[in-house]
Each structure stands twice: as structure tokens, then as C-alpha cells.
């Protein structure tokens, strides 16, 4: 064996590893974009889950009797619901909220979120007001406080106080019945 044929045996394992690292770097990224693509982007976690809701008191939206406060929503199982007359997502939601209000399912609150307060006021005119007590967060800092990323997003509480549930996007007949109604029914018992 010469010097040459050495020094070439040498260089093999160098060239194994240089073309063998980059390829499984690019197999590691691959498969954790691949994963990704699996995830469902309305199920973002929130740090809340399972914690008290944030501490707020809200006016009323104008032409409403009452406005919304933490303290209201301690004692029975409800809903929060994030709206905006101006979202598109909200009104498509909005009928699934009065059933719910028809039923008696459970008390709806909502938080109105950087909103104009004659919009706010003609929007629920017009379609209807599921909402016990009605917010205006009118420069949107309790919104920001409850982790929302954009309206409609919806929020179950316990009887506590503490955030039990977050949908982000608007609440289907779908999430209603496959979603909402078991976990209601679970934090009722």
C-alpha cells in the first residue's frame, strides 16, 4: 500500500461525516415540519387554562344595563364570549350563542373588543343579544389581559373563577354539541 492510498483511507470517514451531517440535519427538519403541518392552529394552548381568570370591571356597551366584572363570573358555570361587531367569524357564531340563550344553557357574558359603541349597540340590535352582562373594552387591555389572540374566542369558566376551556374562531353547532355541552356538563357536577 503506497502513502497515497493511506492518506485517501484517511479521508473517508471526513467525507462520510460531511455528506452524512447535512443530510440528517435536513431529516430532522423535514420531519419536524411535518409534524407541524399536523397541529391544528385553533388549538393554541393557553397558559390560563386551569387558572383564575384575569381581574377586571368593564362598562356596559352602550344601551346595556350591565357591564361585566370578575366578579360577576364567579359562582356558576359560564361563558365569555370575545366579539366585535366589525368580525365576520362573530356573526357567524351569533345564532349558535342565542340557541344557547334560548336553551338556558348556560349565562353568555360577553366582552366587546375595540369596538365603536353605536356599532356595538346596532350589531347586538339587530341580531340579537345572547349576552347576560356585555363589556366594553373599548381599547382592548382586558382582552390582551385574557390572552386573546383575535376575535372571536371564547372562554368557559368554572365555578371558581378560573378558565376551564379556550376556543379560538367561532363556536359551531359542531363545538357546541361535541365540545361545550360535555364540558359544561362536567363542570356542573
Known sequence: ???????????????????????????????????GLNLNPREIPSPLIG?????FELPPVRGRPLGLASADLEGEVSIVNVFASWCVACKDEHPVFMRMKR??????????????????????DDLGDPYTRTGADIDGRVSIDWGVYGVPETFLIDREGRIAYKHIGAVTP??????????IAR???
Open 103 to 124: 336553551e338556558g344553557l348556560v349565562p353568555i357574558h360577553g366582552i366587546n373588543y375595540k369596538d365603536r359603541p353605536e356599532d356595538a349597540t346596532k350589531w347586538l
Open 174 to 183: 359542531k363545538v357546541l354539541e361535541e365540545t361545550l355541552r360535555p364540558l
Open 51 to 55: 387558572k383564575p381568570m384575569p381581574r
Open 1 to 35: 500500500m503506497t502513502s497515497l492510498d493511506r492518506t485517501d483511507e484517511a479521508k473517508a470517514p471526513r467525507l462520510r461525516t460531511a455528506v452524512l451531517a447535512p443530510l440528517v440535519a435536513f431529516a430532522a427538519i423535514a420531519a419536524l415540519l411535518a409534524l
Open 187 to 189: 363542570l356542573r357536577r
